[in-house]
């Protein structure tokens, strides 16, 4: 059974960063597509940010691209999300996502997430 366990949320200023991070057990990156999600207060859950299991495909959000990238590190059996120019808008609680793939084709905002961490809160200041 995977499990994910995320860190790295807080507060911060419009304009500052937070480099949330996402460990992995009962399972290895490298076998997993990973992904980021979020969940603002009285809105859907929506994708960040993905990588497929063999780092090759990165999939960003147009709200997150270019100021957020997503990183795998097989050493630590992680993923990072690197967040920079924060704006209020996304404040939010930050979940990490695993797929097992089930064929070899990549759709990393629509792939079925087995997987889910307990989310971290993020929030943003103006």
């Known amino acids: 059974q995977v499990h994910l366990e995320e860190s790295g949320g807080g507060l911060a200023q419009t304009g500052g960063s937070l480099r949330l991070s996402c460990a992995v057990s009962?399972?290895?990156?490298?076998?997993?597509?990973m992904a980021w999600f979020r969940q603002a207060p009285g809105k859907e859950r929506e994708f960040v940010s993905g990588?497929?299991?063999?780092?090759?495909?990165?999939y960003y959000s147009d709200d997150v691209k270019c100021r957020f990238t997503i990183l795998k590190d097989h050493a630590t059996n992680s993923i990072y999300l690197r967040m920079n120019s924060l704006k209020p808008g996304d404040t939010a609680v930050y979940y990490c996502?695993?797929?097992?793939?089930?064929?070899?084709?990549?759709?990393?905002?629509?792939?079925?997430?087995?997987?889910w961490g307990q989310g971290t809160q993020v929030t943003v200041s103006s």
């Open positions: 996502a695993a797929s097992e793939p089930r064929t070899s084709d990549v759709d990393l905002p629509r792939q079925t997430y087995e997987y």
């Open positions: 009962g399972g290895t990156v490298s076998t997993l597509h």
């Open positions: 990588i497929s299991l063999t780092g090759n495909e990165i």
